[in-house]
């Protein structure tokens, strides 16, 4: 028989480091999970990513167990560590603080493809395109849908 789930929590940990301080242990805490479980799970999981910024959905049952699943890090993330900038601009319209190449977004699109809502590898360069010009990052060169 299956378990009934009681909620799911979204967390965001780098990965190989997460520890039962703030935000991980108040998060789970209050829904009476088992920090040091999570915390050695997750860590056993991630240790090919250290450092890198993870989504994390929890599904938690009314037993107190728990599932989660690990997804591949956020769209702006990578852009900026493509692009090698800190953060995005305050005015994307106006000022580019960055640039980054087709060949980089393609790339970008591979990783996330198993997480975004797209069939084709064009339609997820798209996206992360349109995530990239928000962050006021150029796109540079002709688009391969456009040669």
């Known amino acids: ?71 591949t890090p956020p769209a702006p993330v990578m852009i900026m560590e493509a692009s090698k900038t800190k953060k995005g601009s305050a005015e994307p319209n106006r000022i580019k603080t960055g640039a980054i190449s087709w060949d980089q977004v393609k790339q970008i699109a591979e990783v996330k493809m198993q997480d975004l809502n797209a069939f084709k590898i064009e339609s997820a360069m798209k996206m992360v395109a349109g995530t990239a010009r928000s962050m006021g990052i150029r796109v540079t060169g002709t688009a391969p849908w456009d040669k």
């Open 1 to 71: 028989m299956a378990k009934e789930i009681s909620g799911y929590l979204k967390l965001q940990i780098k990965g190989a480091a997460a520890n039962p301080s703030p935000p991980v242990g108040p998060a789970l805490g209050s829904k009476g999970l088992n920090i040091m479980e999570f915390c050695k799970q997750f860590n056993a999981r991630t240790q090919d990513k250290p450092g890198q910024i993870l989504p994390v959905l929890l599904t938690i049952y009314t037993d107190k167990s728990f599932d989660f699943v690990v997804k």
